[in-house]
C-alpha cells in the first residue's frame, strides 16, 4: 500500500498491511529505526532484539512499524523474513536525510537513523518513534563541525522521540543548548536529570518532567495543532537495574573517543566504531544495557502512542456527538 504523498516520499512508501491497516482504522502506531539492526549490534542479536522491541511494541497495545529502503522502497514495516534479510545484509547504507533518495535511487538496502526515520514517519502519518538514543553534538564540533542531524530533524518534522536521552559518546550540554536553539522541547520521563543512554544520569538537568503517557500525549496534542512546530524528544532512563554507572562507563567513552581520533575515523563512522570499542571494552555488558534501554524506550512509546490514539479517537467521537 502506498502511503501519503508528505515531504514527496508518497510514490516510494509501502506500508506493511498490519501499519496500513491499524493507521486507517486509528489505532496506535510506533515507529521503529533500522540501523540499530544494522549498524548497532551483530548477528544474530540483532534480529533477535527487532524481534523482541516489536514484541514489546505489541504487548503494549500497539502496532510496530520497523523502517528501512529495501529494492528501491522505504518500507513502514518489515515482514520477519525482510527483518532477517535486512538483519544478515551485507554493504547496507547508513542512511541519514541526506542519504535516503540515493538509497532509494539506486536499489541500494538502506537503514534509517533517526532522522530519516523521523522523515519517514511522518510522511506515513505515525507520530511516535522509538529509538535507543539521538545523535547530537559531537566531542570537538567547535572545530570539526560534527553535529548530528538527528538534531535539525526534530527541528523540522512534527515527530515524538522516545530515547535514552543521546549517546553519551557525545558532548551532552552542547547537544541540550542546539536542542534548545532549535526549539524542540525535551522532556525528562519520570525524573529531573537528562538521562545520558547507558547510564540514568547525566549531571544535566532536563529542561522539562513529565511522569505519564498521557501527559506526553496532551502536549504531543497540543503542539500538534501549532503550525510550523517540529519533533518532542522524551528522554527515558535506562531501566535502574540495567543502567552502567557514569564514573564507570566514562574511562571507557574516553578510551574509545581517543581510539577513533588515533585512527583518523571521521563522519558517519565515528559512532559506530565507537560503539563496537564500548562493546569491546565493556565485554559485552554495554550490548547488554542497550537492548533493555531500547526495549524500555519502546514499552514507554507505546503507552504514548496508545494515549494518543484514545485522546484522538474521543476527539472525533466528540465532534460527531456534537454534529447529531
Sequence with gaps: MLG??????????????????????????VALESTIITHGMPWPRNVETARQVEADIRAGGAVPATIAALDGVLHIGLSDGALERLARAEGVMKCSRADLAIALATGRPGSTTVAATMMAAHAAGIAVFATGGIGGVHRGAETSFDISADLDELARTPVCVVAAGAKALLDLPKTLEVLETRGVPVIAHGQDAFPAFWSRDSGLAAPYRMDTAEEIAELLALRARMAGHGGVLVANPVPEADEIPPAEIAS???QAVAEATARGVGGKAVTPFVLAMIYELTRGRSLVTNIALVRNNARLAARIAVALAAREHA??????????
Design 315 to 324: 476527539s472525533r467521537t466528540g465532534r460527531l456527538a456534537s454534529d447529531v
Design 4 to 29: 501519503k504523498d508528505i515531504n514527496g516520499l508518497g510514490p516510494v512508501l509501502r506500508l506493511e498491511e498490519e501499519v496500513a491497516d491499524a493507521l486507517a482504522e486509528g489505532r496506535a502506531v
Design 252 to 254: 571507557v567513552i574516553d
